[in-house]
């Protein structure tokens, strides 16, 4: 069982950046992100292998997020820069033993962060 735990939600405004970050109680192969606003179903963000060769993005925030990872530390962080009101969700970190894009692929996950950009 890996316990999930994120960090750095908050409130920001249109333009501006913010840094969420998730520590794992174990080691798993991909770890990732989603989103879900009110509302709307739980979407994809982004993910990362545990060698860090493959991190894909959702197509909404290719170019302005960006996923890493610290092996040593058990961390993933995303770094969330030029945000937008449409950005505005709970934010979960999540982890699973292959890398996927689909929310039912992964098996553990945290218990969310709110992001609310505002315009």
């Known amino acids: 069982q890996v316990q999930l735990v994120e960090s750095g939600g908050g409130l920001v405004q249109a333009g501006g950046s913010l840094r969420l970050s998730c520590k794992a109680s174990?080691?798993?192969?991909?770890m990732g992100w989603f989103r879900q606003a009110p509302g709307k179903e739980r979407e994809f963000v982004s993910a990362?292998?545990?060698?860090?060769?493959?991190?894909p993005y959702a197509d909404s925030v290719k170019g302005r997020f960006t996923i890493t990872r610290d092996n040593a530390k058990n961390t993933v962080d995303l770094q969330m820069n030029s945000l937008k009101p449409e950005d505005t969700a709970v934010y979960y970190c999540?982890?699973?033993?292959?890398?996927?894009?689909?929310?039912?692929?992964?098996?553990?996950w945290g218990q969310g962060t709110q992001v609310t950009v505002s315009s």
């Open positions: 174990g080691r798993t192969y991909a």
């Open positions: 990362i292998t545990w060698n860090t060769f493959n991190a």
């Open positions: 999540a982890a699973a033993n292959r890398l996927g894009i689909r929310s039912s692929e992964y098996a553990y």
